[in-house]
């Protein structure tokens, strides 16, 4: 029973340890072969506890893992065509590069000539051939990645799995090590699974991101789809990005529903995922950080949902200026206003402004 | 991250402790028994045994005047020595944590405690002779120095040399464990109190002393355990002045008077183990060590 | 540290100087007592023996005592060629022997009992407890019990039975205590990494748990060696009939009043110094290669 491709099906995944909390509480997902997918989600929502389930080092407590069309639950991770990489690498400290990239062959029994040949071959993938003959201990994060990356690909997996790769690495570091990593996907050609609780990471460079909470999938999708169109409040909140603000819808026109607040009034939504709303229902809906125009009342006016407010906070961004408005109840309003446009006029802490969006950048809710 | 070791059970655990009950069982239980079903058997007087179950070896020793005797003063010993050795080497492992910088350093240092412990113990008491002795280095410098007139008895030879050469001994015993534990304190909460306006002194009490709790039970159950079974530390360091319990029944072998012998040792070994006993219930032993 | 000089209600009671502040370059004075009795420690603990080394050195003439008599190397030529002074050769190649069996062993054991201990497993208490015990009981009152077995069960004791299990009794504790140690820094993913890459149970233990503890096996083997070849109390009473070292010393302690006592403990911390050098040296070349620690990054 030969693992043909990196395509994954997890159906119906349940892990638990003590039989009443479950770290993972009914997974189902589909992963094309060669793709780029990011589990993402905070410490605990059982992102990794899955990738260790597809490894092989833990098993479900209920449900199937199909690699490549063939049910894994029960295999060795060697018999999966799987491999992993670690978080802390876990480099082995006594060998250098090239045994630490061959170790795999030499426990399959692989002749040393053969292993030397196989494993200079990778080191020429990774672009380390210098550095062949180093410890550990004398490379740097970066080059540590890359051996542990190929150390997990010399044996020709069909997946590889990576449980949290990025984290221990420095803002810089880290940003030129994802390219490494997109580009290594490509190069060999099979899938990725990556781990993360960054969100810019996720979406940089996942085909799909797929993102968590409690054990339990929110959103699967193309990372435009994810950030650009949340189906709740924990993904939009958790994308980033996004204004999430709740009201009560006061009457229905059309396919559209006017809500209201204390704090808002006539701000027009599609109905979208909640067609069958009525008024008085309480409602959430997103409309993106840059999205959200402000005025100054003096100037206001127009189609556009008008929802009068105060500056409270103004940080510079670089590219843009955020600007912290009041609560609206218990939601933050924020504003992305792009810099040039912000210091033709503006605002100071305390200034009264009316922030304003079109209906159709407004998203509801599930 | 969970880590659950997927893989062979307990049964494999069984295996790998094989080795180590196989050696302790025979040459540590099987002794002890062998001590104990002794204690409870007449001696003929010859060296011989007449088996029949008999308490008067106990009685023997509990009768006799020079059985409290002796375990006082080995209990006397064991107090001195562990005083000494825990004040001493607190503050040695103290130095080499705390103050000194470089930690490689420390390493050396501490390294260069330790080695003595390397070499023999009886070659280390035979060398206090050309030091402590009549006519040894230290009375020679005090009277040359005019400090004494006539050379110093209590020197050698006497408790006061017994108690110099256990603390030689087992000062390294204290400073091991101590040293371990310090080490261990993260660093951020001595600054944390120095912040908080606290004197060293008060520092050393509150926090320093309190995290090295397991270094120091450590350290007093080897001490405590090395001088209640030592014998030949006291015989050769007090000139034959002092005895102590071991040494009674050593002798006791010597005559051939077996019996008594184990009903000593039997009585001597119980104290010994209630007393580390009482020292692991202060500290959870097994959870520091395996951390 | 800032002294307040403001009047109103200050709850923080400002506090002296005295044990704070640094002197010069930063040390504060508590560095200098401590210093002193650190520097007075190792005088003190290597003091007596440097006495003996010193004046095992002596001629003919030597005595038990300073001052020195004359420079030779007598009283060595005296001790490995003289009978009356007992059998210091034979007894020094026994204690050789039994301390590389004894180290072999107690570092084998120690290592599977130490893989043995990372996991619960029924009995593992009992176990420990055991260890501790075997560790404080008395060494006399375990040799008798030895030799009283012996007599019962018609058993002979000797050097390279009986003693070297009553030396097994006291050097595995130690060594499975230093095991407990060098484990707990032992990362798990270096075995799933293992595994992970289709390393057998075998070949994870050999090609890589082992070779990364190695620093701390060699120090279980120091352990090993060197408490067997000073191990006195336990072997007293279970050597039998011909000597280890450390009886045959014993022996001369109580019989011999000249200087070849001396360069026989030259000669023998000369051997434990070597054996130290050897593993410490091992231990640091191995470290230094993997630079364990915050390294490059």
Known sequence: MAVENGSIELAGIVKSYDGTTRVVDGVNLRIPDRAYCCFLGPSGCGKTTILRMIAGHEDPTHGEILIGGHDVVGLAPVERRTAMMFQSYALFPHLNVRDNIAFALRVRGVGAQERRKAADAMIEKVRLTELADRLPAQLSGGQQQRVAL??????????????????????????????????????????????????????????????ME??????????????????????????????????????????????????????????????????????????????VDLVRPERGGGERAKVPSRVRAIEYQGNFVKVILDKIGDDELIAYVPDRVFYRDPFSVGDVVIAGWEKDKTRMLA | MESKAKGGGSSAGWLLILPLVLILVPFFIVPIIGVVAASFVQS?????????????????????????????????????????????????????????????LALGLFLICTVPFWTSNIIRMISWIPLLGKEGLINSALIKTHVIDQPLDVLLFSSLAVVIAYVHQLTIFMIVPIFNSMARIDKRTIEAARDAGASRFEIVRFIVLPLCKTGIALGSIFVVSIVMGDFFVVKVMSGGGSASVVGAFYEDIGVLQYPTAAASATILTVIVLLLVVGILRTVDIRKELTR | MIDQPSADANPV???????????????????????????????????????????????????????????????????????????????FSRSIRLAVVVTIIT????????????KRFAGDSVVFYLMIGSLVAPGLVLGIGVGLICNVLGIETS????????????????????????????????????????????????????????????????????????????SLLTAGSLNTLPLEIWSMTLNVTSPSLYALGTVTTLISFLIIGVCLGTIARIQKRRAVGPAAH
């Not at chain 1, 959103?219 to 950030?227: L, N």
């Not at chain 1, 009457?251 to 008024?279: H, N, Q």
């Not at chain 2, 003063?73 to 001195?80: C, I, N």
């Not at chain 3, 508590?30 to 603990?45: D, E, H, I, P, R």
């Open chain 1, 150 to 211: 190929a150390r997990a690909a010399i044996t020709g997996p069909k997946v590889l799995l990576l449980d949290e790769p990025l984290s221990a690495l420095d803002e810089q570091l880290r940003v030129q090590m994802r390219q490494e990593l997109s580009r290594m996907q490509r190069d060999l050609g099979i899938t990725f699974i990556h781990v993360t609780h960054t969100q810019l990471e996720a979406i940089a460079i996942a085909d799909i991101v797929v993102v």
């Open chain 2, 44 to 104: 003929d007087g010859f060296g011989g045994i007449i088996p029949s179950f008999t308490l008067d070896n106990y009685k023997g020793v509990f009768t006799s005047g020079l059985t409290y005797q002796l375990y006082w003063a080995t209990l006397k010993f064991s107090v001195f020595a562990w005083f000494f050795s825990l004040l001493i080497g607190f503050w040695i492992a103290y130095f080499l944590v705390f103050h000194v910088r470089n930690p490689l």
């Open chain 3, 159 to 234: 050097w390279y039975t009986t003693a070297l299990g009553a030396q097994l009794s006291w050097t595995l504790p130690f060594g499975v205590l230093v095991m407990f140690a060098v484990m707990s820094r032992l990362n798990n993913a270096w075995e799933e990494a293992a595994r992970d890459l289709g390393a057998s149970a075998w070949q994870t233990t050999f090609l890589v748990i082992v070779p990364i503890l190695a620093p701390g096996l060699v120090a279980v083997a120091l352990f090993g060696f060197t408490l067997s070849y000073d191990e006195f109390t336990r």
């Open chain 3, 13 to 91: 009671p400002v506090r002296r100087r005295r044990a704070l502040a640094p002197s010069r370059d930063g040390r504060p004075w508590t560095f200098y007592v401590l210093a002193t009795l650190f520097t007075l420690y190792v005088v003190a603990l290597y003091g007596p023996m440097v006495c003996i080394y010193i004046l095992s050195f002596q001629d003919v003439r030597g005595g038990l005592v300073f001052p020195m008599r004359g420079t030779s190397l007598h009283w060595f030529v005296d001790l490995f060629t003289q009978v009356r002074t007992g059998d210091v050769k034979g007894a």
């Open chain 3, 107 to 118: 570092v084998v054991i120690s290592f599977m009992s130490g893989l043995a201990f990372r």
């Open chain 1, 214 to 291: 409690k054990g339990k999938i929110k959103q699967a999708g193309p990372a435009r789809d994810v950030y650009d169109q949340p189906q709740d409040r924990y993904v939009a909140e958790f994308l980033g990005g996004q204004n999430v603000l709740t009201g009560r819808i006061e009457r229905i026109e059309g396919d559209s529903a006017i809500i209201v607040s204390p704090e808002m009034r006539d701000v027009v939504v599609p109905l979208g995922v909640r067609r069958t709303a009525s008024a008085g229902d309480r409602v959430d809906f997103a409309i993106r950080r840059d999205d």
